[in-house]
């Protein structure tokens, strides 16, 4: 059973930067495409950024140019650095891994951007 727990939510001002990072147990996660996803209140779950496990990477045209997705094999992890932060960026952030029918869950972590 693979874990992924995530790590790196908080507070920040609009205009400032937080960088989410999520480990995952197991072996399988270099075979496995990596997504970052967020839930806002009100709004169904969206994939913001994704990464293959050949190293392509693809973002919502709403983080565009301001998200950054990377992954460590080698340390089994993947990270979301975030910077230009805006109020509508507030919400809770999950790691997933995800490979044909396949799908792991971390449990969350909220990011809440003031104005």
């Known amino acids: 059973q693979v874990q992924l727990v995530e790590s790196g939510g908080g507070l920040v001002q609009a205009g400032g930067s937080l960088t989410l990072s999520c480990a995952a147990s197991?072996?399988?996660?270099?075979?496995?495409?990596t997504n970052w996803d967020r839930q806002v209140r009100g709004k169904e779950r969206e994939l913001v950024a994704t990464m293959s496990s050949g190293g392509r990477n693809g973002y919502s045209d709403s983080v565009n140019g301001r998200f950054t997705i990377s992954r460590d094999n080698a340390k089994n992890t993947v990270s979301l650095e975030m910077n230009s932060l805006k109020p509508e960026d507030t919400g809770v952030y999950y790691c997933?891994?995800?490979?044909?029918?396949?799908?792991?869950w971390g449990q969350g972590t909220q990011v809440t951007v003031s104005s």
């Open positions: 197991g072996s399988i996660f270099s075979f496995y495409t």
């Open positions: 997933n891994l995800a490979r044909g029918i396949s799908n792991y």
